[in-house]
Protein backbone atom coordinates (compact mmCIF):
# COMPACT_ATOMS: atom_id res chain seq x y z
CA UNK A 1 0.00 0.00 0.00
CA UNK A 2 1.40 3.51 -1.10
CA UNK A 3 -0.08 6.65 0.94
CA UNK A 4 1.21 10.26 -0.16
CA UNK A 5 1.52 12.52 2.91
CA UNK A 6 1.23 15.89 1.17
CA UNK A 7 1.51 19.65 1.94
CA UNK A 8 4.11 19.20 4.57
CA UNK A 9 6.73 21.57 5.81
CA UNK A 10 9.43 19.45 7.44
CA UNK A 11 11.70 22.19 7.71
CA UNK A 12 8.79 23.04 10.69
CA UNK A 13 9.65 21.23 13.75
CA UNK A 14 6.23 21.12 14.82
CA UNK A 15 5.51 20.04 11.49
CA UNK A 16 8.14 17.42 11.67
CA UNK A 17 6.83 15.58 15.02
CA UNK A 18 3.34 15.43 13.19
CA UNK A 19 4.68 13.47 10.47
CA UNK A 20 6.22 10.79 12.65
CA UNK A 21 2.73 10.66 14.67
CA UNK A 22 1.17 10.29 11.42
CA UNK A 23 3.78 7.50 10.15
CA UNK A 24 2.94 5.78 13.60
CA UNK A 25 -0.87 5.91 12.90
CA UNK A 26 -1.05 4.82 9.18
CA UNK A 27 1.72 1.54 10.44
CA UNK A 28 -0.24 1.03 13.00
CA UNK A 29 -3.68 1.07 10.75
CA UNK A 30 -2.28 -0.22 7.69
CA UNK A 31 0.85 -2.45 8.93
CA UNK A 32 4.45 -1.76 8.80
CA UNK A 33 5.23 -2.81 5.13
CA UNK A 34 3.44 0.24 3.72
CA UNK A 35 5.05 2.81 1.58
CA UNK A 36 4.91 6.53 3.01
CA UNK A 37 5.56 9.13 0.74
CA UNK A 38 6.29 13.38 1.67
CA UNK A 39 5.19 15.66 -0.63
CA UNK A 40 7.44 18.72 0.91
CA UNK A 41 7.56 22.92 0.37
CA UNK A 42 11.23 21.96 0.66
CA UNK A 43 11.96 18.16 -0.27
CA UNK A 44 15.39 18.39 -1.31
CA UNK A 45 16.14 20.55 2.31
CA UNK A 46 13.71 18.10 3.89
CA UNK A 47 15.69 14.79 2.59
CA UNK A 48 18.89 16.48 3.99
CA UNK A 49 17.58 16.61 8.14
CA UNK A 50 15.45 13.26 7.45
CA UNK A 51 17.14 11.34 5.44
CA UNK A 52 15.38 8.04 6.61
CA UNK A 53 12.08 9.25 4.91
CA UNK A 54 11.13 9.89 0.96
CA UNK A 55 10.26 12.83 -0.25
CA UNK A 56 9.15 14.19 -3.43
CA UNK A 57 7.94 17.98 -4.06
CA UNK A 58 5.20 19.99 -3.47
CA UNK A 59 3.75 20.03 -7.39
CA UNK A 60 2.10 22.82 -7.59
CA UNK A 61 4.35 24.95 -5.55
CA UNK A 62 7.43 23.77 -7.74
CA UNK A 63 5.43 24.72 -10.94
CA UNK A 64 4.88 28.27 -9.33
CA UNK A 65 8.83 28.75 -9.51
CA UNK A 66 8.87 28.74 -13.29
CA UNK A 67 9.50 31.39 -15.18
CA UNK A 68 6.79 31.51 -17.16
CA UNK A 69 4.40 31.00 -14.28
CA UNK A 70 5.82 34.15 -12.47
CA UNK A 71 5.05 36.07 -15.84
CA UNK A 72 1.49 34.90 -16.21
CA UNK A 73 1.13 35.78 -12.51
CA UNK A 74 2.26 39.37 -13.32
CA UNK A 75 0.41 40.07 -15.99
CA UNK A 76 -2.34 38.94 -14.74
CA UNK A 77 -1.66 40.60 -11.28
CA UNK A 78 -2.13 37.49 -9.58
CA UNK A 79 -5.46 36.20 -11.29
CA UNK A 80 -4.84 33.26 -13.44
CA UNK A 81 -1.50 31.98 -11.54
CA UNK A 82 -3.78 28.90 -9.31
CA UNK A 83 -5.94 28.24 -12.68
CA UNK A 84 -2.74 28.04 -14.49
CA UNK A 85 -0.98 25.56 -12.48
CA UNK A 86 -3.94 23.54 -11.98
CA UNK A 87 -4.23 23.51 -15.87
CA UNK A 88 -0.80 22.47 -16.04
CA UNK A 89 -1.06 19.66 -13.11
CA UNK A 90 -4.08 17.94 -14.87
CA UNK A 91 -2.27 18.33 -18.44
CA UNK A 92 0.47 16.46 -17.14
CA UNK A 93 -1.40 13.97 -15.31
CA UNK A 94 -3.19 13.00 -18.86
CA UNK A 95 -0.18 13.04 -20.64
CA UNK A 96 1.29 10.42 -18.25
CA UNK A 97 -1.84 8.43 -18.14
CA UNK A 98 -3.23 8.50 -21.45
CA UNK A 99 -0.39 9.50 -23.98
CA UNK A 100 3.18 7.73 -22.08
CA UNK A 101 4.59 8.06 -25.80
CA UNK A 102 4.22 11.70 -25.72
CA UNK A 103 7.18 13.25 -24.45
CA UNK A 104 6.48 16.88 -22.75
CA UNK A 105 8.53 18.88 -21.31
CA UNK A 106 9.75 18.23 -18.38
CA UNK A 107 9.27 14.46 -18.32
CA UNK A 108 11.64 13.49 -16.18
CA UNK A 109 11.53 16.70 -14.08
CA UNK A 110 10.98 16.83 -9.90
CA UNK A 111 7.18 17.90 -10.76
CA UNK A 112 6.98 14.39 -13.43
CA UNK A 113 8.55 12.24 -10.90
CA UNK A 114 6.04 13.57 -8.26
CA UNK A 115 2.85 13.20 -9.97
CA UNK A 116 3.89 9.54 -11.15
CA UNK A 117 3.95 9.25 -7.30
CA UNK A 118 0.66 10.26 -7.18
CA UNK A 119 -1.02 8.05 -9.28
CA UNK A 120 0.83 5.17 -8.11
CA UNK A 121 -0.82 6.09 -4.64
CA UNK A 122 -3.67 4.29 -2.75
CA UNK A 123 -4.59 7.00 -0.44
CA UNK A 124 -3.15 10.52 0.02
CA UNK A 125 -3.25 12.57 3.26
CA UNK A 126 -3.38 16.19 3.58
CA UNK A 127 -1.15 16.45 6.92
CA UNK A 128 -2.84 17.94 9.82
CA UNK A 129 -2.03 21.40 10.97
CA UNK A 130 -3.74 24.96 11.42
CA UNK A 131 -3.70 26.29 7.49
CA UNK A 132 -7.18 26.05 6.64
CA UNK A 133 -8.78 29.46 7.63
CA UNK A 134 -9.45 32.69 6.20
CA UNK A 135 -6.68 33.98 8.29
CA UNK A 136 -4.60 31.94 6.13
CA UNK A 137 -5.75 32.58 2.51
CA UNK A 138 -2.29 32.26 0.60
CA UNK A 139 -1.87 28.66 2.69
CA UNK A 140 -5.35 27.74 1.44
CA UNK A 141 -4.82 28.68 -2.07
CA UNK A 142 -1.42 27.39 -2.41
CA UNK A 143 -3.04 23.59 -1.53
CA UNK A 144 -6.12 23.95 -3.56
CA UNK A 145 -4.51 22.84 -6.91
CA UNK A 146 -3.49 19.90 -4.73
CA UNK A 147 -6.13 18.91 -3.65
CA UNK A 148 -8.10 19.46 -6.76
CA UNK A 149 -5.85 17.33 -8.51
CA UNK A 150 -5.63 14.65 -6.35
CA UNK A 151 -9.94 14.40 -6.85
CA UNK A 152 -9.33 14.42 -10.36
CA UNK A 153 -6.96 11.48 -9.81
CA UNK A 154 -9.90 9.87 -8.15
CA UNK A 155 -8.33 9.99 -4.71
CA UNK A 156 -10.06 12.87 -2.76
CA UNK A 157 -7.26 13.68 0.25
CA UNK A 158 -8.12 12.84 3.66
CA UNK A 159 -7.02 15.36 6.19
CA UNK A 160 -5.39 14.71 9.45
CA UNK A 161 -5.91 16.44 12.54
CA UNK A 162 -7.04 20.02 11.60
CA UNK A 163 -7.65 23.41 13.74
CA UNK A 164 -10.20 24.65 11.16
CA UNK A 165 -11.95 28.30 10.23
CA UNK A 166 -13.20 30.47 10.81
CA UNK A 167 -13.86 30.84 6.71
CA UNK A 168 -14.09 33.65 4.35
CA UNK A 169 -17.03 33.47 1.67
CA UNK A 170 -14.88 34.25 -1.39
CA UNK A 171 -13.41 32.01 -3.91
CA UNK A 172 -11.07 30.25 -2.74
CA UNK A 173 -13.22 28.88 0.15
CA UNK A 174 -16.08 28.18 -2.08
CA UNK A 175 -13.12 25.88 -3.79
CA UNK A 176 -12.00 24.58 -0.77
CA UNK A 177 -16.23 23.84 0.22
CA UNK A 178 -15.79 21.56 -2.91
CA UNK A 179 -12.83 19.75 -1.93
CA UNK A 180 -14.41 19.13 1.78
CA UNK A 181 -17.22 17.90 0.45
CA UNK A 182 -15.65 15.10 -1.49
CA UNK A 183 -13.12 14.22 0.85
CA UNK A 184 -13.82 10.65 2.45
CA UNK A 185 -12.67 11.93 5.91
CA UNK A 186 -11.61 15.02 7.45
CA UNK A 187 -10.14 14.85 11.28
CA UNK A 188 -10.37 17.94 13.43
CA UNK A 189 -9.12 18.72 17.13
CA UNK A 190 -12.14 20.45 18.72
CA UNK A 191 -15.95 21.15 18.79
CA UNK A 192 -15.22 24.75 16.82
CA UNK A 193 -13.11 23.47 13.66
CA UNK A 194 -16.00 21.00 13.30
CA UNK A 195 -18.40 23.58 13.67
CA UNK A 196 -16.64 25.74 11.52
CA UNK A 197 -16.54 23.19 8.64
CA UNK A 198 -20.37 22.15 8.96
CA UNK A 199 -21.22 26.33 8.19
CA UNK A 200 -19.04 25.72 5.49
CA UNK A 201 -19.91 22.36 3.52
CA UNK A 202 -23.42 21.80 5.29
CA UNK A 203 -23.12 18.95 6.92
CA UNK A 204 -20.68 16.44 9.25
CA UNK A 205 -20.98 13.17 8.01
CA UNK A 206 -17.23 12.91 6.23
CA UNK A 207 -15.91 14.58 9.94
CA UNK A 208 -14.20 13.20 13.00
CA UNK A 209 -13.33 14.79 16.11
CA UNK A 210 -9.61 13.50 17.98
CA UNK A 211 -6.92 14.64 19.54
CA UNK A 212 -3.84 15.75 17.71
CA UNK A 213 -2.32 13.21 16.31
CA UNK A 214 1.53 14.10 18.04
CA UNK A 215 0.10 13.15 21.30
CA UNK A 216 0.13 9.53 20.13
CA UNK A 217 4.03 9.81 21.05
CA UNK A 218 2.91 10.16 24.92
CA UNK A 219 5.12 7.70 26.64
CA UNK A 220 3.60 6.61 29.67
CA UNK A 221 6.09 4.78 31.19
CA UNK A 222 8.09 7.98 31.38
CA UNK A 223 5.24 9.55 32.66
CA UNK A 224 4.92 7.12 35.21
CA UNK A 225 8.78 7.36 36.51
CA UNK A 226 8.47 10.87 36.46
CA UNK A 227 5.00 11.09 38.67
CA UNK A 228 7.13 9.23 41.15
CA UNK A 229 10.50 10.61 40.99
CA UNK A 230 8.53 14.13 41.25
CA UNK A 231 6.82 13.24 44.78
CA UNK A 232 10.90 12.58 46.09
CA UNK A 233 13.14 15.03 47.24
CA UNK A 234 16.06 16.07 45.16
CA UNK A 235 18.33 18.05 47.80
CA UNK A 236 21.27 19.94 45.89
CA UNK A 237 20.04 19.83 42.64
CA UNK A 238 18.70 22.46 40.41
CA UNK A 239 15.44 22.29 39.12
CA UNK A 240 15.34 22.75 35.02
CA UNK A 241 13.21 24.62 32.81
CA UNK A 242 12.76 24.88 28.94
CA UNK A 243 11.56 27.82 27.22
CA UNK A 244 10.69 27.69 23.91
CA UNK A 245 9.51 30.85 22.06
CA UNK A 246 8.65 31.90 18.21
CA UNK A 247 8.92 34.81 16.14
CA UNK A 248 5.76 36.28 15.66
CA UNK A 249 4.05 39.69 14.27
CA UNK A 250 0.47 40.43 14.98
CA UNK A 251 -0.42 41.55 18.41
CA UNK A 252 -3.40 42.91 17.80
CA UNK A 253 -4.28 46.76 18.56
CA UNK A 254 -1.12 46.92 20.70
CA UNK A 255 0.95 46.59 17.28
CA UNK A 256 3.57 44.69 16.20
CA UNK A 257 6.72 47.17 17.90
CA UNK A 258 4.78 47.26 21.43
CA UNK A 259 3.67 44.12 21.26
CA UNK A 260 6.53 42.14 20.59
CA UNK A 261 8.42 44.22 23.34
CA UNK A 262 5.99 42.81 26.27
CA UNK A 263 6.30 39.65 25.12
CA UNK A 264 9.85 39.63 25.04
CA UNK A 265 9.98 41.59 28.87
CA UNK A 266 7.86 39.29 29.77
CA UNK A 267 9.32 35.76 29.10
CA UNK A 268 13.03 37.58 30.09
CA UNK A 269 11.14 38.36 33.41
CA UNK A 270 9.82 35.05 33.93
CA UNK A 271 13.14 33.51 33.10
CA UNK A 272 14.86 36.09 36.17
CA UNK A 273 12.04 35.46 38.11
CA UNK A 274 12.87 31.14 37.77
CA UNK A 275 16.61 31.50 38.42
CA UNK A 276 16.40 34.40 41.30
CA UNK A 277 13.65 32.41 43.46
CA UNK A 278 14.04 28.81 42.60
CA UNK A 279 17.61 28.74 41.93
CA UNK A 280 16.87 27.42 38.52
CA UNK A 281 19.35 26.82 35.02
CA UNK A 282 16.50 27.98 31.80
CA UNK A 283 17.68 26.65 28.42
CA UNK A 284 15.77 28.35 25.59
CA UNK A 285 15.34 25.48 23.23
CA UNK A 286 12.73 24.79 20.16
CA UNK A 287 11.20 22.91 17.76
CA UNK A 288 12.10 25.65 14.93
CA UNK A 289 15.59 26.01 15.19
CA UNK A 290 19.06 25.11 13.99
CA UNK A 291 17.66 25.08 10.04
CA UNK A 292 18.75 28.10 8.48
CA UNK A 293 16.71 26.88 5.31
CA UNK A 294 13.69 27.76 7.44
CA UNK A 295 12.09 30.96 7.53
CA UNK A 296 11.90 30.77 11.27
CA UNK A 297 14.14 30.59 13.48
CA UNK A 298 13.27 30.62 17.48
CA UNK A 299 16.99 31.29 18.47
CA UNK A 300 17.13 34.16 17.30
CA UNK A 301 13.74 35.39 18.94
CA UNK A 302 15.53 33.50 22.09
CA UNK A 303 18.27 36.33 21.42
CA UNK A 304 16.14 38.84 21.40
CA UNK A 305 14.75 38.43 24.44
CA UNK A 306 17.87 37.63 26.73
CA UNK A 307 18.65 41.44 25.59
CA UNK A 308 16.12 42.03 28.45
CA UNK A 309 17.74 39.93 30.91
CA UNK A 310 19.76 41.40 34.16
CA UNK A 311 23.41 40.82 34.41
CA UNK A 312 23.08 38.71 37.46
CA UNK A 313 21.17 35.87 36.01
CA UNK A 314 22.67 35.62 32.26
CA UNK A 315 25.12 32.99 33.72
CA UNK A 316 22.36 30.65 34.11
CA UNK A 317 20.28 31.07 30.80
CA UNK A 318 21.87 28.89 28.00
CA UNK A 319 20.10 29.02 24.35
CA UNK A 320 20.30 26.09 23.10
CA UNK A 321 20.25 26.94 18.87
CA UNK A 322 21.29 22.96 17.67
CA UNK A 323 19.00 21.12 15.28
CA UNK A 324 16.99 18.39 16.38
CA UNK A 325 14.70 15.70 15.07
CA UNK A 326 11.95 14.82 16.89
CA UNK A 327 13.10 11.73 18.94
CA UNK A 328 16.32 13.50 19.36
CA UNK A 329 14.05 16.41 20.62
CA UNK A 330 11.95 14.37 22.94
CA UNK A 331 15.04 12.88 24.91
CA UNK A 332 16.25 16.82 25.29
CA UNK A 333 13.24 17.44 26.80
CA UNK A 334 13.16 15.08 29.30
CA UNK A 335 16.45 16.75 31.06
CA UNK A 336 13.84 19.78 32.35
CA UNK A 337 11.20 19.88 35.26
CA UNK A 338 9.08 22.35 33.60
CA UNK A 339 8.70 24.21 30.37
CA UNK A 340 7.09 27.69 29.33
CA UNK A 341 6.07 27.35 25.92
CA UNK A 342 4.86 29.27 23.01
CA UNK A 343 4.64 26.60 20.05
CA UNK A 344 2.35 24.47 20.37
CA UNK A 345 3.88 21.11 19.27
CA UNK A 346 6.88 21.98 21.54
CA UNK A 347 3.89 22.52 24.29
CA UNK A 348 2.47 18.79 23.58
CA UNK A 349 6.42 17.12 23.08
CA UNK A 350 6.68 18.08 26.31
CA UNK A 351 3.14 16.95 27.59
CA UNK A 352 4.25 13.59 26.07
CA UNK A 353 6.84 13.31 28.69
CA UNK A 354 5.38 14.34 31.50
CA UNK A 355 6.18 18.01 31.48
CA UNK A 356 4.41 20.06 33.13
CA UNK A 357 4.22 23.18 30.85
CA UNK A 358 3.04 27.25 31.13
CA UNK A 359 1.71 28.09 27.78
CA UNK A 360 1.93 31.63 25.71
CA UNK A 361 -0.79 31.30 23.32
CA UNK A 362 -0.78 32.77 19.78
CA UNK A 363 -3.91 30.94 18.42
CA UNK A 364 -6.51 29.64 20.17
CA UNK A 365 -5.42 25.83 19.44
CA UNK A 366 -3.67 26.14 22.21
CA UNK A 367 -5.66 27.76 24.49
CA UNK A 368 -8.35 24.78 23.40
CA UNK A 369 -5.72 22.73 24.30
CA UNK A 370 -5.21 23.39 27.76
CA UNK A 371 -9.03 24.15 28.34
CA UNK A 372 -9.69 20.52 27.34
CA UNK A 373 -6.30 19.79 30.20
CA UNK A 374 -8.65 21.56 32.69
CA UNK A 375 -5.72 24.34 33.03
CA UNK A 376 -7.37 27.16 31.48
CA UNK A 377 -5.92 29.41 34.52
CA UNK A 378 -2.79 29.25 33.22
CA UNK A 379 -3.58 30.35 29.87
CA UNK A 380 -2.01 33.84 28.55
CA UNK A 381 -2.37 35.14 25.43
CA UNK A 382 0.67 36.46 23.40
CA UNK A 383 -1.17 39.98 22.09
CA UNK A 384 -2.00 40.49 25.62
CA UNK A 385 0.78 39.47 28.04
CA UNK A 386 1.99 41.87 30.53
CA UNK A 387 5.85 41.76 32.19
CA UNK A 388 4.53 41.72 36.14
CA UNK A 389 1.35 40.09 35.70
CA UNK A 390 3.07 36.75 33.34
CA UNK A 391 6.00 36.80 36.34
CA UNK A 392 3.07 36.87 38.92
CA UNK A 393 1.30 33.66 36.84
CA UNK A 394 4.78 31.83 37.00
CA UNK A 395 5.14 32.09 40.42
CA UNK A 396 1.79 30.81 41.30
CA UNK A 397 2.86 27.71 38.56
CA UNK A 398 5.45 26.91 40.04
CA UNK A 399 4.22 26.86 43.37
CA UNK A 400 1.38 24.56 42.19
CA UNK A 401 3.31 21.85 40.14
CA UNK A 402 2.26 18.90 41.79
CA UNK A 403 -1.85 19.94 40.93
CA UNK A 404 -0.77 20.93 37.57
CA UNK A 405 1.26 17.45 37.38
CA UNK A 406 -1.47 15.59 37.84
CA UNK A 407 -3.99 17.44 35.55
CA UNK A 408 -1.68 17.15 33.07
CA UNK A 409 -0.46 13.68 32.96
CA UNK A 410 -4.59 12.47 33.41
CA UNK A 411 -5.06 14.76 30.50
CA UNK A 412 -2.30 13.64 28.08
CA UNK A 413 -2.91 9.89 28.43
CA UNK A 414 -6.86 10.78 27.70
CA UNK A 415 -5.34 12.88 24.42
CA UNK A 416 -3.24 9.87 23.63
CA UNK A 417 -6.15 7.88 23.50
CA UNK A 418 -8.42 10.21 21.21
CA UNK A 419 -5.40 10.22 18.84
CA UNK A 420 -4.68 6.76 18.59
CA UNK A 421 -8.52 6.01 17.95
CA UNK A 422 -7.90 7.47 14.47
CA UNK A 423 -6.21 3.89 14.09
CA UNK A 424 -9.93 2.30 14.15
CA UNK A 425 -11.38 5.24 12.00
CA UNK A 426 -9.10 4.35 9.41
CA UNK A 427 -8.83 0.79 8.99
CA UNK A 428 -13.29 0.44 9.27
CA UNK A 429 -12.83 3.01 6.03
CA UNK A 430 -9.51 2.55 3.97
CA UNK A 431 -8.07 -1.16 4.89
CA UNK A 432 -8.13 -3.42 2.40
CA UNK A 433 -10.30 -6.42 3.15
CA UNK A 434 -8.04 -8.52 4.86
CA UNK A 435 -7.16 -5.77 7.27
CA UNK A 436 -10.42 -5.29 8.39
CA UNK A 437 -11.42 -5.37 11.87
CA UNK A 438 -14.13 -8.41 11.12
CA UNK A 439 -11.39 -10.03 9.04
CA UNK A 440 -8.78 -9.98 11.17
CA UNK A 441 -11.76 -11.21 14.16
Request: aromatic share 10%.
Amino acid sequence: MKIIVETTVFLNGGDAAIQVATKKILRTAFGDDIEIVFADMNAQVAERYYPEDTFICFPSAQIRKSISVRLVNRLSKGRLEYNLIYAILIFMLFVELYLRWLKYLGYGGPVARALREYIAADLIVSTGGTYLSKKHPGSVALRLPEYERDIYLGKPPIFFTQSMGPFGDDRIFRRLAGVLRKSPLILVRDRKSMAFAKELIGHTSNIETVADSVFVLADQDKIERRRAASRVSRPGRRPRIAVSVRPWADFGERGSEVGRAKYHQSVAQAAAWLVDEVGAEVTFVSTCQGIPEYRFNDSDTARDVLKYLPDNVRNSVVIDSQFRDTETLLRKIDEFDGAICTRMHMCILCLCHGVPVLPICYERKTADLFQSLDLQEYITFIDRIEPDSFRDLVERWWQNQESIADKSWRGTLELRDSALSTVGILKNRFAPVELQPEAVA
